[in-house]
């Protein structure tokens, strides 16, 4: 499987940006997506999660009410769609893909990753 994230760039706070993240290969055996970010010196965190199969989705709590993760199965694509940023929120972004089933907000569970799009929220 293959990930290609694409949408960062730089936003005022209060702003908003849309993350795509677009999988191709053999997509049938991924179940759950997830975004993380990694801001300079700190270790990569948990955003959002989506299960394919009933959409059910999982936020961070410095997130929640702000960021929406969704999938549209047929383009096989995520979205993070983000508002009301906060410079907090500057780093890079990373979609992933997990083989598992249920919901998972630890990095090492997750298969597949695309590569980083950077987030930059000035204040």
């Known amino acids: 499987v293959q990930l290609q994230a694409s949408g960062g760039g730089l936003v005022q706070a209060g702003g908003s940006l849309r993350l795509s993240c677009a999988a191709s290969?053999?997509?049938?055996?991924?179940?759950?997506a997830g975004w993380f970010r990694q801001a300079p010196g700190k270790a990569r965190e948990f955003v959002a999660a989506?299960?394919?199969?009933?959409?059910?989705?999982y936020y961070a709590d410095s997130v929640k009410g702000r960021f929406t993760i969704s999938r549209d199965n047929a383009k096989n694509t995520e979205y993070l769609q983000m508002n009301s940023l906060k410079p907090e929120d500057t780093a890079v972004y990373y979609c992933?893909?997990?083989?598992?089933?249920?919901?998972?907000?630890?990095?090492?569970?997750?298969?597949?990753w695309g590569q980083g799009t950077l987030v930059t929220v000035s204040s």
């Open positions: 992933a893909a997990s083989t598992q089933v249920i919901i998972h907000t630890s990095p090492s569970l997750y298969d597949y």
């Open positions: 290969g053999r997509t049938f055996s991924i179940y759950t």
């Open positions: 989506i299960r394919f199969s009933d959409k059910n989705t």
